[in-house]
C-alpha cells in the first residue's frame, strides 16, 4: 500500500512524455481547475518527445463540452491527414 502515489518518480508522467514520439492532440479545458495550465498542461505538453503535436485550449473547465472536444479533433485530424490520400505508389 502507498500512501502517496506522488511521491513515487518512477511512476510520474514526466517519466515517460519524452518518449511519446507518435502524433498527439492533447485537448484541455482553459479553466481546468483538476489539471491548471502552468502548473500541468504546458509542462506535460512541452515535455512530449512528438515532433507533431497540437495542444487544444478549449474555453472550459476540467470537463470541456463534448461538441467542442469534437471538433477540435476533427479540426486537428483533417489537418494532419490532409493530402495522405494524394500520396501515389508505382505499382505495374
Not at 515535455?47 to 470537463?63: M, P, R, V
Request: with cysteine.
Amino acid at each position: 500500500y502507498v500512501d502517496d502515489v506522488h511521491s513515487l518518480p518512477e511512476i510520474d508522467n514526466y517519466q515517460f512524455t519524452p518518449h511519446v514520439k507518435t502524433p498527439v492532440l492533447m485537448i484541455n479545458g482553459k479553466y481546468d481547475n483538476v489539471g491548471a495550465y502552468e502548473s500541468s498542461q504546458r509542462p506535460c505538453y512541452e515535455d512530449l518527445g512528438s515532433e507533431t503535436k497540437h495542444h487544444a485550449l478549449l474555453d472550459a473547465g476540467h470537463n470541456p463540452p463534448a461538441s467542442d472536444v469534437y471538433e477540435a479533433m476533427n479540426t486537428w485530424l483533417q489537418q494532419l491527414f490532409a493530402g495522405a490520400g494524394d500520396q501515389t505508389t508505382d505499382t505495374p
